[in-house]
């Protein structure tokens, strides 16, 4: 099974930056796709963030294109989120997982990590 470790969360006040990591057990990252999600408070629903592929190709949702940035270095297991210009409505946890293009999209494979908390003050 699959372990996923998201750190560098914390209270930030709005305009500031944060850096959040992820890593995972084994080689679970391989030649796959990475993405961060999140998960606002009182939302039911994962919202992805960004992704990454192998040979380093990036997409963002709307919401945070300029203003995040996906970066991975494979010989270390590690994909980083930079997120600056930070918003209140960034606020939420941050988790990701490795994605698969199945049929027509991405899917999450493994089981969720515990994420890290992001909390933006205004």
């Known amino acids: 099974q699959v372990q996923f470790v998201e750190s560098g969360g914390g209270l930030v006040q709005a305009g500031g930056s944060l850096r959040l990591s992820c890593s995972a057990s084994?080689?679970?990252?391989?030649?796959?796709?990475i993405g961060w999600y999140r998960q606002a408070p009182g939302k039911q629903r994962r919202e992805w963030v960004a992704?990454?592929?192998?040979?380093?190709?990036?997409s963002y949702v709307d919401s945070v294109k300029g203003r995040f940035t996906i970066s991975r270095d494979n010989a270390k297991n590690t994909v980083v989120l930079q997120m600056d210009s930070l918003k209140p409505e960034d606020a939420a946890v941050y988790y990701c997982?490795?994605?698969?293009?199945?049929?027509?999209?991405?899917?999450?494979?493994?089981?969720w990590g515990q994420g890290t908390q992001v909390t933006v003050s205004s």
């Open positions: 084994g080689s679970a990252f391989g030649d796959n796709a």
């Open positions: 992704r990454i592929s192998r040979d380093g190709a990036t």
């Open positions: 997982n490795v994605d698969l293009f199945i049929g027509k999209s991405y899917t999450s494979q493994y089981s």
